[in-house]
């Protein structure tokens, strides 16, 4: 039995969702979401509550089911609140700006690197090197900041490159020396 899958999922005030055939669309203060639902889960909409329940009684029905109440939990907080990832740059040297729709970075490499942001995605900086990723789909902002983190990951020895706010990198000791 999915531990997740049992759980109500509350609607908040000022988001409407609608289940036409196999597809779920939420429509909130943020923007609108929709979500092709999984034959083998089912989805029921009542007084202010969604609930999820499985289509038949097998293996693969229990990971739908769990998944499918994720994803749906997913957009409606997509459409109520958003989602936001914090990434920060450290190492000297290293500058971003934002150009247009593009992101311009100096992350120690003989050229600057340009990202496109992607439509549905805010892109804000914040001082001291900060990048602020916004938006709606949770899964969109989060590979996004993956794809940028993944540009200058951080290296073990000086800590250079980019990181999620608050992440803990774990530092190795350099050459000794005088060591044989």
Do not use: C
Not at 54 to 79: C, F, M, P, Q, Y
Not at 82 to 93: A, D, F, H, I, T
Not at 139 to 159: M, R, S
């Amino acid at each position: 039995m999915s531990k997740i899958g049992k759980k109500l999922i509350a609607i908040p005030d000022g988001v409407t969702v609608v289940l036409e055939g196999d597809v779920l669309k939420a429509k909130g203060p943020k923007g609108e979401l929709t979500l092709n639902v999984h034959p083998d889960a089912l989805v029921e909409i009542s007084e202010g509550t969604i609930i999820v329940k499985k289509a038949k009684e097998d293996g693969s029905s229990n990971a739908i089911w769990g998944l499918t109440r994720s994803l749906v939990n997913n957009i409606i907080i997509g459409v109520s609140a958003g989602y936001e990832k914090k990434l920060e740059l450290q190492g000297v040297g290293f500058r971003m700006a934002i150009q247009g729709k593009k992101i311009v970075m100096a992350l120690g490499f003989s050229h600057p690197v340009e990202v496109e942001i992607p439509d549905g995605i805010v892109a804000k900086l914040e001082e001291n090197n900060g990048l602020l990723i916004s938006g709606i789909d949770k899964q969109a902002v989060g590979q996004f900041a993956a794809n940028i983190k993944d540009l200058k990951k951080v290296e073990p020895y000086k800590g250079k490159g980019f990181r999620y706010a608050g992440e803990k990198v774990r530092r190795k000791a350099g050459k000794k020396a005088g060591a044989k």
